[in-house]
DNA sequence: AAACAATACGAACGGTCGTATTATTAGTTT
DNA sequence: AAACTAATAATACGACCGTTCGTATTGTTT
């Protein structure tokens, strides 16, 4: 039992903060480098008394990647899903996917571009749960996409196109982490425009 | 001295030995998960004697990407150097970029996209010199670009298209990674294809 | 044959890793 | 206040980490 009277108790703080410090590391340091005594002494408890919450390091990166799939969640979906279905949608959501990679929602860019490369060829239950979470994304922004054809505002293959936006964004995301500079995400927004631009029905031809 | 009459000495040939298995492991479980005493181990040879190759363990990832470097270029660069200057070498390129992911020079899948997001937000020499095979990499996609500019093939920027096209290797090789699929090729394929059209000149329109 | 590097080895160092066991504290319920 | 439970802490374990050291082996040069 977690909750009395929906307020929470001692033990579930301590797995929130946890948590939240833990998606912070695995961005910077993966969720190999995310280790249960380094953790434990950042945020000034125990070793033992942090392992306990998880069993083992395998459930606290599985928890790891929960807490920050609803992080992704609230800081990329949630903004665009707030914008009437279609082009404007798909726009908004390409502006808060890089507004998510720029400000360093996770100080190492995207948490999930991160350690799925650890563990894409890995597997195990992490690698599971990383392909399973971009099956989920790509899936989402293939809706989007659908959106728009529906309302005629595109014609194009949702998978080709998600394929393609996702790819901007994620060469995006490297290359400033990478150069620590900004500039990608100017050139991300070029191709983006473009190629919502060549998409778009009616266009010039 | 590690040639003598242009013929290897011993020391070099178990360099040679360590850096291949090293280049392999790093492509699959990073080159934080390369340790010494694992590589040592599974080239029968003794930790001790395999460190003293290197003097540390920043000096063996450095040396592991310089390997890797030239694996890569022998690998995609070559070929593509090998037909003539324009949109066909443009093509060749791309041809070869993903054929070195799908055939798994690596057995990790590209290289350098794995250590590249390890270290990338990291500082130190290790991800300099990443930074540094980024901008070496990118610079020659656009120079192939801008040869097939000059002669009147394409219009476009070619640090744009360059963007794109990495844009699209990069995520074919993660997603056939991560889902263990060959799927993503074809869809990159595509969108080189329709990518490269676009940048025709005298395209309809 | 003697001298000299280069190369490889085994053993050990201090640290950190994930994990297990046992004890102590704090909160809730009776 | 006593009993009970959930949460945290203390301690210890074996395995592996990068690194250092002294020594043996090998190959080349004199």
Redesign the pocket.
């Known amino acids: 039992?977690?909750k009395?009277d929906g307020?929470l108790?001692?033990?579930?703080?301590?797995?929130r903060a946890v948590l939240r410090r833990a998606v912070d590391i695995a961005s910077v340091d993966g969720l190999?480098?995310?280790?249960?005594?380094?953790?434990?002494?950042e945020l000034?408890?125990?070793?033992?008394?942090?392992?306990?919450?998880?069993?083992?390091?395998?459930?606290?990166q599985l928890a790891t990647i929960r807490a920050a799939r609803r992080i992704y969640a609230d800081a990329v979906v949630t903004p665009a899903y707030e914008v009437e279905p279609g082009l404007g949608r798909l726009f908004a959501l390409s502006e808060s996917w890089l507004e998510y990679s720029r400000s360093r929602v996770f100080p190492g860019g995207c948490f999930f571009q991160k350690v799925s490369h650890e563990y894409a060829a890995r597997g195990g239950a992490v690698q599971e749960a990383l392909a399973g979470a971009h099956q989920e994304w790509m899936g989402l922004i293939e809706n989007v996409v659908r959106e728009a054809v529906e309302r005629g505002e595109v014609d194009v293959d949702p998978a080709q196109l998600a394929f393609d936006l996702n790819a901007y964004y994620e060469a995006a995301n490297l290359a400033s982490i990478l150069h620590n500079d900004e500039a990608p995400y100017e050139q991300a927004r070029q191709s983006i425009r473009a190629r919502l631009e060549s998409a778009r029905v009616g266009k010039s031809r």
Chains 1, 2 share one sequence.
């Not at 001692?10 to 797995?15: A, L, V, W």
């Not at 190999?32 to 002494?41: D, M, Q, T, V, Y």
């Not at 942090?50 to 459930?59: I, V």
């Open positions: 039992m977690e009395v307020r108790v001692r033990g579930d703080q301590t797995r190999e480098g995310l280790s249960i005594g380094r953790l434990a002494s000034g408890i125990s070793k033992s008394g942090l392992f306990a919450h998880f069993g083992s390091k395998e459930e606290l």
